[in-house]
């Protein structure tokens, strides 16, 4: 295991409260009052989620919108954010990414903490949301004989990082990508297992059939692309999409376009077949954080 | 103005929600669910916030417990954490701390990320807490007439932190701070403002009277000392002590010790007298974000 594996397997011995499924790559979920609260925390650095060059109103889109899209997961409204903001090289426009953001998601500005640093730049940012419809969908509500649906195409923001590195084209998929909240909310009522594929399409898949104790077959062609065909493996392999991934019947009539990408097995030997075969042993699916 | 006081005017200019008073020094409090949420959000940077040599045990244990002390100020109860991890030199140190901290005050870990840094290790804890009394104390609620109550001594901090500087003496006022949640929750019923001196005893009275739109007028021999009295001056401008500073009537039965060391007047042209002056303009009277 990596360094960070074994980090986050402390964690998550140490995470044993019911709610507590909200490391690094889901949300916590808990009861406050009569509703169900919905929390989130992300954390970007320097060097290793933003280039150095990047500017920074991208960065603070960003680091809004990947905690959007985790509580759009849950069919969540956001209720604000607390940000956790050391200085950087330019404040005034990261302060004007973020009000951007943050007004195109109605989510307020709650609080937070500043701090100047003396290395790279590291923000953080936690999300509070509010379920709109229990129970809250999960990773692991996935039914066997559902069908596996996308909300929208992948490759984008592959496509956007790679424009970027390369100083041509737009990239606004990788700059400025967007958060379902409206179509979480929308499937909420109706799905079994639902996450985003940020992390990567086969890597996710993979995640929501260990969760679900199920196996989940991928017809990789089904998956919509956002980029040439050509560039269809890596496109299934690149995180930073939004797109929500859930399970749902096949022959359902949903309330936001959706492509079928695959159905929902009991399990057998492995959790993840893509066009019937397990993945090679050892081949990265995506963005791992252990 | 520094460059992190311009920041800080930039975000309470976006921070516009009626909740919002959680920047830097406050919690956020917020209606949910039919009870009263607290929400705060700190960061530590090493070199700014902790020594690099210093036990991750006593990082953890300090990180959690001025989060801890912010809902204490609330009168909250500690519902859990989310915490922002970047990798450091031994995290199963600091993991164990945290373990530590997390079991004493009762919090649950709920989640949060962990990620790889390249530079000064940064980490943030957003604290989730529930308010036992409403209305939720504030830092403006202090009412003409009433007398400034502070819970314990100051000074240990400041000692605590010399002796580990000079490699002598346990330091442990400095190194595991605690937060006072039940004697915030039992005072909460009876306060009129409330906040923890994290900042400095001046400098937090301060800020006091001008959140409520008073004077108050502080008799600095009647702050308690965990130092020698040599170092009065000095221990009334340090942080880091986590005690209760507060308002409430001159006359109350308390439930928990606590000594008067001043009195709310009608805002006159100074919002902080010490022994009957204003202090020194320019003079630091704390730990100041701006």
Redo the contacts between chains.
């Keep these: 295991m990596t ?2 594996a ?3 397997a ?2 998550r011995a ?4 019911p ?6 790559d ?3 979920v ?1 009861e ?4 169900a ?1 919905v ?11 933003f280039l150095p060059g990047q500017d920074p109103a991208d960065i603070a889109w960003k680091l809004v919108a990947t905690n959007m899209s985790d509580l759009a997961t849950k069919g969540a409204e956001p ?2 954010v ?6 950087g090289v330019d ?2 426009r990261f ?1 004007a990414g ?2 951007e953001a ?1 007004a195109h998601y109605g989510a ?13 730049q ?1 923000l ?1 940012l ?1 999300a ?1 949301g ?1 379920a709109t419809h229990r129970p809250v969908p999960s990773r692991s509500g996935a039914i066997i004989g559902e069908a596996l649906w996308i909300t929208g195409p992948v490759g984008a923001a592959m496509i956007g990082y790679e424009a970027m590195r390369a100083g041509s084209g737009e990239a606004l998929a990788y700059r400025r990508p967007v958060a379902l909240l409206a179509e979480g909310q929308a499937l909420a009522p109706l799905v079994g297992a639902m996450m985003d594929v940020s992390d990567g399409v086969l890597l996710d898949a993979r995640r929501m059939a260990l969760a679900s104790g199920v196996t989940i077959a991928l017809d990789s062609l089904a998956v919509p692309l956002a980029c040439p065909e050509s560039r269809r493996h890596d496109a299934l392999r690149w995180g930073d999409d939004y797109q929500l991934l859930f399970t749902a019947p096949a022959d359902i009539d949903l309330p936001v376009r959706a492509t079928r990408i695959g159905m929902v097995f009991a399990r057998g030997e492995h959790p993840l077949l893509v066009d019937g075969l397990p993945p090679p042993e050892g081949e990265a699916l995506g963005f791992e ?1 252990n």
């Design positions: 360094r960070e074994v980090l986050i402390s964690l140490l995470a044993t409260h709610a507590a499924r909200g490391l690094n889901d949300c916590a808990l406050f009052g009569g509703e609260l929390l989130t925390h992300d954390m970007m650095v320097e060097g290793v989620h209720v604000g607390l940000l956790g903001y050391m200085l404040d005034a302060i973020l009000g943050l307020p500005l709650l609080g937070g903490d500043t701090v100047s640093g003396t290395g790279s590291a953080g936690t509070i509010r954080h």
